[in-house]
T-cell receptor
Framework: DTAVSQTPKYLVTQMGNDKSIKCEQN?????MYWYKQDSKKFLKIMFS???????INETVPNRFSPKSPDKAHLNLHINSLELGDSAVYFC?????????????FGPGTRLTVT | AQSVAQPEDQVNVAEGNPLTVKCTYS??????LFWYVQYPNRGLQFLLK??????LVKGSYGFEAEFNKSQTSFHLKKPSALVSDSALYFC???????????FGDGTTLTVKP
């Protein structure tokens, strides 16, 4: 009964490859997010979707493309992976709109690009 | 624009002593304020939040935080620290009209036996 789940948990790949990370939440939330946590543990928002609509798109290379097939799923596809993409990627969800809802985070996907 | 600062990278306390993890924020309007905890190799977990009302907010695991509007602060506190409280703590702020939260850089709390 995991609230926010991500697959895979670990991803090791070579530079130039394309990879995807999947996220699902069973909390009935309207809003989902992708965050990147770097080696210094800094957390940076990348994207946010509200009811399948992109509402936040931070300064992220266009090699990163989110997709939300429905409001319970938010996937992240990364093209032409680079060494600097190595990080832990977290998916999160919350109640939608400008609400006071806290975010629920997935367990993270540790991406290592070699 | 909104921002949040956690002035201490690291906080060390002895088990049984009170702990404080500091957070200050800046928003153009009224804030929602949050604290999250991250244990090693885990995702962030929600601890507590301030929306409105009582300035002292109580949350999970015996933690509490005090909202101070004049000092624009939202410090996390616990009266008696446990070794198991050792983790990375994030403060986050959200302007009530904003679509996203801004997270601080995190503070590593180490509680020594």
């Amino acid at each position: 009964d995991t609230a926010v789940s991500q697959t895979p948990k670990y991803l090791v790949t070579q530079m130039g490859n394309d990879k995807s990370i999947k996220c699902e939440q069973n909390l009935g939330h309207d809003t989902m997010y992708w965050y990147k946590q770097d080696s210094k543990k800094f957390l940076k928002i990348m994207f946010s979707y509200n009811n399948k609509e992109l509402i936040i798109n931070e300064t992220v290379p266009n090699r990163f493309s989110p997709k939300s097939p429905d409001k319970a799923h938010l996937n992240l596809h990364i093209n032409s992976l680079e060494l600097g993409d190595s990080a832990v990627y977290f998916c999160a969800s919350s109640r939608g709109g400008a609400s006071s809802g806290e975010q629920y985070f997935g367990p993270g996907t540790r991406l290592t690009v070699t | 624009a909104q921002s949040v600062a956690q002035p201490e990278d690291q906080v060390n306390v002895a088990e049984g002593n009170p702990l404080t993890v500091k957070c200050t924020y800046s928003v153009s309007g009224n804030p929602y304020l949050f604290w999250y905890v991250q244990y090693p190799n885990r995702g962030l977990q929600f601890l507590l939040k301030y929306i409105t009302g009582d300035n002292l907010v109580k949350g999970s695991y015996g933690f509490e935080a005090e909202f101070n509007k004049s000092q624009t602060s939202f410090h996390l506190k616990k009266p008696s620290a446990l070794v198991s409280d050792s983790a990375l703590y994030f403060c986050a702020v959200r302007d009530r009209n904003a679509g996203k939260s801004t997270f601080g850089d995190g503070t590593t709390l180490t509680v020594k036996p």
